[in-house]
């Protein structure tokens, strides 16, 4: 297993989770991390990336100012702070990672991932 996702739950609105992502990718530290989501009966869609230092970060409008991407190169770990949950954050959250080291101008912060872990549910109840 590559990425593995933890931290989901059920929470109420207004209500926080911090979801982290265990890699055993090698070069770990060379490569953007990211999150994404798919609600029930919705697309997957981009939530959040970060770049390999953690210098640069990038997120879909709908969570700027409410969710954090960070990481930690020495643990091989990633996160995602998730603040003032609403029920439209329920969805299984992916961590994800782009190990190609291929610049998409097309994609928040030219990112095109490649390795997807095992999603994990947050569930927001109203």
């Known amino acids: 297993v590559q990425l593995q996702a933890s931290g989901g739950g059920l929470v109420q609105a207004g209500g926080s989770l911090r979801l982290s992502c265990a890699a055993s990718i090698n070069g770990f530290s060379r490569y953007g991390m990211g999150w994404f989501r798919q609600a029930p009966g919705k697309e997957r869609e981009f939530v959040a990336a970060?770049?390999?230092?953690?210098?640069?970060?990038y997120y879909r409008d709908s969570v700027k100012g409410r969710f954090t991407i960070s990481r930690d190169n020495a643990k091989n770990m990633f996160y995602l702070q998730m603040n003032n949950l609403g029920p439209e954050d329920t969805a299984v959250y992916y961590c994800?990672?782009?190990?190609?080291?291929?610049?998409?101008?097309?994609?928040?912060?030219?990112?095109?991932?490649?390795?997807w872990g095992q999603g994990t549910l947050v569930t927001v109840s109203s």
């Open positions: 994800v990672a782009d190990t190609q080291d291929i610049y998409h101008p097309e994609s928040p912060g030219g990112y095109d991932f490649n390795v």
């Open positions: 970060i770049s390999w230092s953690g210098g640069s970060t």
